[in-house]
Each structure stands twice: as structure tokens, then as C-alpha cells.
């Protein structure tokens, strides 16, 4: 921690329960973690308030958990909590395999895992829109990646989302669809992606709602209230009656809009769901409470123990019950209502110490609205498998509730009903080569098989719709084919795996075409019977062929296409050319007008122009007369004639003047004339595009147009038997035998061949017929697993995957449990210890080979296996390693010695080498000191002087020259007479 930085200093009054420390940064704030560390001990705390002052920000903190003994001294430091520390304080210790991630602690980012252990009775409230039924769906997500069953009553449909893939799940988790593990019951007119009708649920067996890794949905959307009141209690009952006996395996059952059921009001609902809250956990029935309205819930129930999951609440009256039931102090009450959406507080049995604040992860699936219909946002894949589905769960549980009864011959039927057969194209012997050429490697017979006709309807209906208001013309047509042994669908376009386009491609027979039985149809189809088919008929068809059209009330403009947005812009369009249509007729009627107005201007200005040269012309012959006038006057020439002429001139010329002014006056009009105009032009076009905007702004109204009884026409109705075999099919392997009822049609040999162990998807046509070859279940071939060894398939309970290799195997091969990592392993990875028990085997990362001496051992014998030399250090293992025949030390092959004459090893400290010979020799061994040099010599090397007595080495003896004794070096000397030296032995020379 000495690496951190504080971010505050203790201070003031401090005990072992609270202190208050000074904080050094803006970054803290309420509910933040801390953490302090005194005596080599760190403490984790949480800030309960924050004051501001004029020194600063001072926090006041509560420890949790266990506290210091004595108060912190004041000075010490507070720093972040580290996540490993925050997550001991709260005893947020589970990891994923024991508990189910719910999201990320706010303010902290690190993952919350509740454990599954702690998860009783689950309470999870907050006001609508604050995120409860998102809450809801991520458990159950949880609880199905964990194999836990499920039962959701779901007042408003919402559920049903958990089959489609959420597309905006982000990163932190990856988006999944749980179609397959999810069996959805309710109303399928009203809630069309449900798997079966609500009636199933009274024959539905408690084993079948309550599976391992499956989500039993009660969709009660639609239904009265009164009604869904009594399926739930119906339920209730059954599922807790099953598991005091043991019957189910442990579950959790998730009631929303719990008050309508387990409320203040007493209904037949409430003693169930008390029971379920009292005594279900210690049967394994789990209760899961959703509500938005905690004070209106059971005392009884409200008031036990359990977890609590609180979104936003305001009620005051709900955020009391909340805090008492929660066991949360009086400061939670601000904190709960302003949680955001998403955000919740936790508290309960599954949280140790301190309540926390969540953030609820992503979920995988997508969150539906109430009345989600997964059929609606559902890709073309996982639409089909929805419907198959659907298929499938409906006929297992609707065939517990009749027993098919036969008649000997064709039925007497109204005559009003054609009646035909379809002829057989597949025999039995195809089907039993299919069969046995998809399983080879299984004896397949099929005995007993019988020929039944099954029938089924074929109709055709069209409407005809003609209407005024609002003017919708349009042809519908309406077809199908459906199987009359089930009652009346008129969705399907199937009948016993003959789809109408193969029907309608075939020739009907009016003949059998070969002699069987015929199952009873599952409608009455007397006289009487067939005028209500027909009846019913046109009341399905009217409904199914009913059109919603789009109207503009005003362009009186209706179309029949389904896309609003498509029809707003295709009005719009329709307005814009009403508009340029208009604006086209009045800027024509307008260019006209001041065509006529500027040609007018023209003609008249033209003849102004003109009168007004004349104007000129004459004012200029006046002036010229009167001067021929005053001429004359002077020379006294007569004066009358030019005198008239300049009188007459001149009145003309008042005449010019006085039209000249009208003609100004005249163009001066025009022209305000032709202003007036392009004025009211402009308003005009004002007025347009104020009107294109009122259309544009008019509501667009949707109708829905069902066609009458009159409009609609029955073009074709008759009834159609399939021929159909029902057959018991016998498969072998070795001793394993076992026998299942097959069915198929004759037409095109689809039918029933078994249901998939492992999705219980209904295997259709001989080509994907495949058994596991260890438990003759069928698979489907999406579920199957290749035995890579074998090659043959096999069903996931007898399928195994090697953990080293990753091959697919099967039961048969020899498989392995790793002694040490626990890790399944094939016979070609399983490897052997030489130490262990041969049956004990590892997997090639826990073996070691030993580089010393080649044995392979698991790594636990491995360390036992390894030592070191006592001299230099070096590695070394037991089997290769010498032991010190004098003093056991361990030795390594560089520091062990060989004694020459026992042969046993020995260390360098008990090791003697011989002077002489140069060998090795131990401790024990005889060993001389030559007497000459001091050093060791062995037996074989010491020669004893035959003058001194001593040994030496067998180098330092030497022969007296005088006497010829063998004496030792030291032994011989030289003595002087006068000139003359002797040498020769001390024996001989008498030294």
C-alpha cells in the first residue's frame, strides 16, 4: 500500500466502530469503500456521511466488519479500497461456479456473484419502470446456464423475450437465446409465439413443468382476472404437492405482480403462496416475489426472511415496509429513491455484512415490453424453430388427453363434404432401409405395423372487398391444410407431415388404396357438425383475412400496405403532386392574366409613344407657322389661311395633350394592376404550402377491414384421409434392447420417429432418424456426438469430451480421470506414473519425464523424486543419485569417488587416493604414509624397508648398491674415507 496515494488522514473522535478522516481529494464521496492499515492489519470502512467546512472535507466512516481492537491513532492514512479487500469486507467471495453473476458493484466496477446456496425466498421490488422484470430475466438467464428449473407466472406476457437473442447486449455478455430450453403455455390467439394452450396445463404432469435447465412460462395475458387466479392456484398446488414428495427436483418459481395473488385481499391464491414462502424451502420450492407494490403484499408473506432486491421506490408507505423488511437503516431511504434505472441495493440472506448498490448486468436476451410476441423479432431460423417447437410440445400434451378411437371402414360423413385419398408412394421395406442404413451399427426391426387413414382438411377461402368508406378495394386468399385428429387449427399448412404443396401436387384417389383402419376425426362432421365447421370456418378466415388499411382523412387517400412509415411517405408524396397540381393551375391561370395585363400595357404605351411624336410633329409646325404668321404680319401679307391652320393645329394639338394624360394614367394602372397581382400571387402560394403543411400534420388513421360473411367465398373444402403406418420399432446392440412406437405417411414417409433425449424435438423424416448407440435414444442432429474413436453417434449422457486432445469420444472407450487436475482424459493422452497404482493415470501436462534417470512421474512424486548433492548443490534424483558408503551423504556423479578395493561410492571427505597407483579408496580401507614423502599409498603399493622398518611407496624403494637390500630412500647413505666415498645402505654401512 506504501505505493498508493492517501486520499485522506484520519482526525477528531475516533473509536472502534467510527472514526473521521480529512479527505485530500474532491474524488470521495457517500457510499464510497476505504481502506486503512494499522499493526500490519488493513481495515475496510464505509463513508456514512460527508460535511464540507471551511478546512475542507471531513467523511465520517463506519468499519465493516470486524474492527481494529483500540481506535485508530489519529494521522492515519486512508486510501481506496483494493478490490480483493473490498471484496472479503463484504463477503463478496462467491466465483462463478457457485453463484450467478447479477451485475457490477456501482462506483467500483467488479462483478457480483450471488451464491446460489443463499438464494431462498427472493424478494424484488421498485415502481414501474425502475427495472424489475429486467432483473427477473437476468436470474432466470442464470439459473438456466446453471441447469436450474424454472416456473414464471406472467401476468402480462413478457417473458416470452427469453427466446430471443438480445442485438444491443454489448460485451460484457454474449447475446444467446434460450428457444430450447424454454416451454411457454398460454392463450395462442391472443399470444401467438406460445409453445401450447392453457388447457394443457390440467394435463401437464409436475415433471413436465419443473425440468433441470428448462423455464416453464404461464403466459396469463388476456385472461380475466378471476381465471388467472385459479390456473395459478391450480399450479401452485400441483408443483407443491410434488415436491414434499420428492417428485421434482428443486426450483425456483418467480411470481410477478405478486399482490394481485398473495395480497392484503384473500383469495384462493394466497394460502398457496404463503405455503410456498413458509414451507417450500425445505422441500426444494423456491419463491421468487415481483412486485411494484410491497404494502400491498401479505404480512405473512413480506415479513420473512430472505434476499431483497430493490429498484426505485417513492411510495412512502412501500419504502417503509421495504426498509423494514430489508433490515436497512434510515439513511437507505434517500438512496433508494433516487436509485436509477437498473441500479439496485441488495440485501439479505445472500449478502453477509452490508447492504450493496448494483448495477444489474446486460442481458443476454432480449427485454420485452408486456405482450411480447418472440414471433415478431424472431430471424427466419429461430422462427421455425419456435414453431416446431411449438408442434411438438403441443402433441405430446394434447395426445394425454384423448385416447384415438377407429373405425373398421370409411365413415359415414355429411355428403356436403368431397372426400378423397392420397395414394401411397413410400413401403414399409424403404423405411426399414433408411432406418437401418442410418444405424448400422444397431439390429432395427419393425413389427406389428398397421395401416391407418388419418384425416385431415383441406379448404380454400377468398375475400372479395369492396367498400366506399374508405375506398378500399383488394383480393385475399386463404389456404390450408390441417390434421382433424387434434381438433380444428386452421393455422396449419401440415397435416401428418404432408405439407399442402405436396397435396396440392398429388392426384386425390376416391378410393382406399390399400384396405386399414381410420382413426376418428376429432370434429363432428354430421350435417349439423359440418354447417358449424363451415360457420367456424368463415369466422377464422374473416378474422385471418381481415386487412389494416391506412387512411388520410385529408387526401381521402387509403392504401393496404402494413408499413405506417411507408404510407406517411406515400401520402406525403400524393400531397406534394395534389399541390404542384394545383400551384400548376393557378401559376397557368395567373400567367394568362398577366400576359393579357403586360400585352395590354404595351399596346397602349406603343399608342402613347405615337401620340406623342405626333404631339412633337405639330408642336414644331406650329412654331413654324407662327412664324410664316409674323412674317407675313410684317411684309402685310394676307394672314387668314395661316392664321386657321395654326388655330387648327393647335386644337389638335390640346387633344394629343389631353389623351397623352389619359394613356399615363392608364399605364399607371396597369401597373399597379400587374403589382396587385404578383401581391396576390404570392399570398396564394402562401396559402398552398400552409395547406401542404396541414397535410402533412393530419393524422394519419388505421382501419381494420374484416371481410363479411357475404364478401367471403368457400372455393374449395373436402376432406383428405393420409394414409399413415403405426408400427412398434425393436432395436438391438449387443444385450441392450429396446422397443418404441414409430408413425409415418405413406405420401412421403415423414411422420414420428422418436423425440430427441435432448431438446425432445420430434425427429420428422426416416433421413434424420439417429439412436445413441450406448442407450438407443433417438438424437436429433443438432444434438448428436460423434465418437471420434468409433465413429458412431452417441446422446451427450454418453459422450465425453477428452480435455487434452478435445475429441468427441463415447462411453465405451477407456476414459481416464486425471489424478491430480482432475481432467478427463482418453487411453491416447492418459499417461502412466511410475510410482502410482497402474490404474491411476495423468495427463501429459502432470507427467514428468525425469532427465536423469528416464522414469515419467506424476508431479507430486516428481518433487519426492528430485534431491540435491550434499557437496556441490547440483540437482539430482533418487535414482540416479550415489549415497556415501561412509556417511550417506547424497551425491552427484561429479562428486562421487569409487572406492578400488570394496567398490562402494564414497564423498570427497572420505576419499583417499593412493600416492602411487593413483587409485580410489575409502575410509575403511588399509592406508600407509610413505615414509619418505609423507603421502598416502595403498596395501598393494607399501614396501616395507628391509633397514628402518618403515613403508614407503613402492616408487621410493631403491637397491643398496653395497649389500643389494631393498631400502627406502631415506635409508641410504654415503660415507667418506679420507679420498675414497662409500654408498650404501645404514645396515650394511653400520649407520
Known sequence: MSGEEAIGVVEGDISVTRFKFKALTEDVGLNDYVELRCEEES??????????????????????????????????????????????????????????????????????????????????????????????????????????????????????????????????????????????????????????????????????????????????RGIVEEEQVALVSEVLDKLFQASITRRIKPFYCFMDEAHKFAGKEKRSTTEFVKRFAQEGRKFGANLVVVTQRPQLLDTTVRGLVGTWIIHRVTDPNDIKIVLESGGLGKKWEEIIQWLDKGEAVITGEVVEKVPILVKIRARETMHGAPGFNPLDFAEPELK???????????????????????????????????????????????????????????????????????????????????????????????AGFTPLTEGFNLTRMDAYGVSFDELSSTTLLTEPPSKGRYVQPGVDLSERGFKRLLRGLKVNASMRLAQVVYYHPGLGYASQTSDRKAFIEECRREAKRLIENEIKQEFDSFQKILENVREEYKRKREIMMKSMDELEELMKSVKRLKSELNDARRSSKPVRRIKTMVEAREEKIEKLKKRIATLEEEL??????????????????????????????????????????????????????VPTFKTILTVSSGDSKTTMVVTWNAVNGRGFYGECVECSRTINAPDEF???????????????????????????????????????????????????????????????????DPSTAYCPDDIVECSHCGLSLCREHFKEHLTWCDVCGEEVCIKSANVCSICGKTLCSSCVAKCSKCGKPICPDHVWICNVCGKSFCANEEKHICGVCSKPICGDDAVKCQSCGGFVGRTRIVKCPNCGLEVCENCIVVKRKGLFRNIGCKLCLGD
Open 770 to 836: 439417429l439412436l445413441c448407440w450406448i442407450c438407443l435414444k433417438p438424437i436429433c442432429e443438432e444434438h448428436k456426438h460423434l465418437c471420434e474413436s468409433c465413429g458412431k453417434p452417441v446422446c451427450s449422457v454418453h459422450s465425453w469430451k477428452c480435455d487434452v486432445c478435445g475429441r468427441m469420444l463415447c462411453d465405451d472407450e477407456e476414459k481416464y480421470t486425471c489424478g491430480l487436475c482432475l481432467k478427463l482424459i482418453c487411453d491416447r493422452c492418459a499417461r502412466k506414473c511410475a510410482e502410482c
Open 668 to 721: 399607371k394602372e396597369l401597373k399597379r394592376y400587374e403589382e396587385s397581382l404578383l401581391q396576390d400571387w404570392n399570398v396564394k402560394m402562401n396559402s398552398i404550402k400552409d395547406k401542404y403543411m396541414n397535410l402533412e400534420k393530419t393524422a394519419v388513421r388505421s382501419y381494420v377491414i374484416q371481410p363479411s360473411s357475404k364478401e367471403l367465398e368457400v372455393t374449395l373444402l373436402q376432406l383428405v384421409w
Open 43 to 220: 481495515y475496510v470502512a464505509l463513508i456514512t456521511n460527508v460535511h464540507r467546512t471551511v478546512d475542507g472535507i471531513m467523511c465520517e466512516c463506519s468499519f465493516i466488519g470486524l474492527g481494529p481492537r483500540k481506535p485508530l491513532p489519529v494521522g492515519t492514512k486512508v486510501y481506496r479500497v483494493s478490490e480483493e479487500n473490498l471484496r472479503k469486507s463484504l463477503g463478496l467471495t462467491t466465483d462463478e461456479k457457485k453463484g450467478i453473476y447479477i451485475g457490477r458493484l456501482i462506483g467500483y466496477g467488479c462483478k457480483v456473484f450471488l451464491p446460489i446456496k443463499g438464494m431462498g425466498r427472493i424478494f424484488i421490488v421498485g415502481k414501474p419502470g425502475s427495472g424489475k422484470s429486467y432483473t427477473v430475466g437476468v436470474i432466470v438467464e442464470e439459473f438456466l446456464k446453471k441447469g436450474i428449473p424454472v416456473v414464471i407466472i406472467d401476468p402480462h406476457g413478457e417473458y416470452s423475450s427469453l427466446k430471443i437473442p438480445n442485438p444491443s447486449s454489448g460485451s460484457e455478455v454474449e447475446s444467446k437465446s434460450y428457444v430450447n430450453q424454454v416451454l411457454e403455455f398460454g392463450d395462442p390467439q391472443i399470444n401467438p409465439g406460445v409453445d401450447v394452450g392453457l388447457d394443457s396445463l390440467k394435463v401437464a404432469e409436475p415433471e413436465d413443468l419443473v425440468v433441470p435447465g428448462q423455464c416453464t412460462i404461464i403466459n396469463l
Open 384 to 478: 421455425d424453430r419456435i414453431s416446431q417447437r411449438i408442434r411438438d410440445t403441443k402433441r405430446r400434451l394434447i395426445s394425454r388427453q384423448r385416447d384415438e378411437q377407429y373405425w373398421d371402414a370409411p365413415p359415414d360423413i355429411t355428403p356436403d363434404l368431397p372426400q378423397g385419398f392420397l395414394p401411397m408412394k413410400v413401403e414399409v421395406k424403404t423405411i426399414i432401409d433408411e432406418l437401418s442404413s442410418r444405424c448400422p451399427y444397431l439390429s432395427i426391426e419393425l413389427n406389428d405395423y398397421k395401416l391407418e387413414y388419418k384425416p385431415a382438411l383441406q379448404y380454400e377461402v377468398r375475400a372479395q372487398v369492396n367498400r366506399r368508406e374508405p375506398n378500399v378495394n383488394f383480393q385475399r386468399d386463404l
